[in-house]
């Protein structure tokens, strides 16, 4: 069920253009949902196709997501909807740190938790992925109000030939059918697309919108806030879990955060966690830093000293960007911690 006050709160202008167009029966015939990373954005789309045949809908024109016709647009039952979308990220349950430690050290040869990255990075949107669309809707509708809706998720990876093939599509629109094109990258889109659709823009994430999102990948309250509070949308918290040992990570830096002023707290940063990998991971060390900035955090204190020590993270993150050696940056940022703790 989709959480519409939180969507008209966190997404005002997307909510009221739809609103509007919804009640004065105004819709266009193709819609470009775009912004940062969101998936609220997806969210809207269902919403938006779920709206178009609901009989039960509220003021603001949006569907009451409990009839039949809801419902049947939610599981993707109605032959009048078309939901293009990779495979998703997981399958199942959302994994538990068992199962994701598992998954991670290859002890478990049954967990299967999440395509590879590499496959993710592979899927595209082609030519015939847009023929199927478009015959699937050569007969006409049988559904319940003769709508009939398209939704394409990251149509940013769309190729040429798929562009092509949808353009001529949107230049001969038919009655009562739309579309909903979602994308992150506005830039990626051919700007004969952009001209024909009518452009919806959505803001970042919240912080709910993030944690929600990675709650459908991992079973784990404290990493998901972790994840959320650091910026980690699904993708970027699924390559950190391929690469590194998250758990292991975050549990080192609740040891080292009760420790910072002890050089026993660089140590065993140093002896036990980081050394393990011969070369140490600038996306390793950069989580660390991320999971020293959500402790800081949750303590909530606004004194000189805590001021600095977000500064000196911070700062570590930044050099993170830079051809610099891990371990010495390691070192380097522990001992300004330490440091700065000592004199406060």
């Not at 036990?272 to 303590?299: D, P, T, W």
């Given at each position: 069920m989709i959480d519409k006050k939180r969507l008209q709160e966190e997404q005002p202008v997307a909510w009221q253009t739809l609103s509007h167009a919804l009640k004065t029966q105004t819709l266009s015939h193709a819609y470009l949902f775009y912004g940062p990373h969101n998936p609220i954005k997806n969210q809207m789309a269902l919403l938006l196709a779920q709206s178009r045949v609901c009989p039960n809908c509220d003021e603001d024109g949006f569907a009451c997501q409990e009839c039949s016709a809801c419902q049947q647009i939610a599981h993707e039952q109605n032959p009048d909807f078309y939901w293009l979308r990779p495979n998703g990220l997981y399958s199942g349950k959302p994994l538990t740190r068992k199962q994701i430690e598992a998954k991670w050290k290859q002890k478990d040869e049954e967990v299967e938790p999440v395509v590879s990255l590499s496959q993710l990075k592979s899927w595209s949107i082609g030519k015939q992925d847009i023929l199927n669309i478009q015959q699937a809707f050569q007969t006409n509708s049988i559904g319940y109000v003769n709508q009939q809706t398209y939704i394409i998720e990251q149509y940013d990876k769309a190729n040429a030939y798929a562009s092509n093939s949808l353009l001529k599509f949107l230049e001969e629109p038919r009655e009562n059918l739309m579309g909903i094109l979602v994308v992150d990258e506005l830039s990626n889109v051919l700007p004969t697309i952009v001209s024909r659709c009518q452009l919806i823009p959505f803001r970042m994430a919240s912080m709910e919108s993030r944690k929600e999102e990675l709650r459908a990948l991992i079973g784990d309250e404290e990493l998901v806030s972790v994840f959320a509070y650091s910026g980690y949308d699904l993708l970027s918290s699924q390559k950190?879990?391929?690469?590194?040992?998250?758990?292991?990570?975050?549990?080192?830096?609740?040891?080292?955060?009760?420790?910072?002023?002890?050089?026993?707290?660089?140590?065993?940063?140093?002896?036990?966690?980081?050394?393990?990998?011969?070369?140490?991971?600038?996306?390793?060390?950069?989580?660390?830093?991320?999971?020293?900035?959500?402790?800081?955090?949750?303590?909530?204190?606004?004194?000189?000293?805590?001021?600095?020590?977000?500064?000196?993270?911070?700062?570590?993150?930044?050099?993170c960007r830079y051809p610099l050696d891990p371990a010495l940056l390691l070192d380097r940022v522990c001992m300004q911690i330490r440091k700065r703790t000592l004199q406060g």
């Open positions: 950190l879990m391929e690469g590194e040992a998250a758990f292991e990570i975050l549990d080192a830096s609740v040891q080292y955060w009760k420790e910072r002023s002890k050089h026993i707290g660089i140590y065993h940063l140093q002896t036990q966690v980081f050394s393990k990998n011969a070369q140490l991971s600038r996306m390793g060390i950069e989580f660390f830093f991320h999971c020293l900035l959500y402790h800081l955090e949750m303590e909530n204190k606004l004194d000189l000293m805590h001021l600095d020590l977000r500064m000196i993270l911070l700062e570590g993150l930044d050099a």
